[in-house]
């Protein structure tokens, strides 16, 4: 997916600082960011706007995952973080047939 980018802006739906606290936080496989978020992550503002959270993707000293933070209410953040680990488990199965 190439660099990550460095984050900017907070979306309005993001209540700072409350939301800002306790993210959730897991890593995913590298290879399957670009598959997940598209080129460049062209699809994270868009599942950030469906989800009501904001998501942060930091590159790890392993080149074989990246962790992905999730920031937001309580029930966004969780509701968010299972639906990206779902699309991970998918990709990473549709990825080996």
Avoid: N
């Avoid at 598209?38 to 868009?46: F, L, M, S, T, V």
């Avoid at 599942?47 to 937001?72: H, N, R, W």
């Avoid at 639906?83 to 991970?88: D, E, F, I, T």
């Amino acid at each position: 997916m190439g660099t990550l980018a460095e984050r900017r802006t907070i979306p309005p739906w993001v209540k700072v600082p409350e939301d800002l606290k306790d993210p959730e936080v897991f890593q995913v496989q590298t290879r399957l960011l670009e598959a997940m978020f598209g080129r460049d992550g062209c699809r994270i503002p868009y599942i950030e706007q469906v989800s009501k959270a904001m998501l942060e993707l930091k590159a790890l000293e392993s080149p074989d995952f990246t962790e992905v933070v999730v920031y937001g209410s309580y029930i966004y953040k969780l509701r968010a973080k299972w639906m990206l680990q779902s699309m991970a488990e998918w990709h990473r199965q549709r990825q080996e047939r």
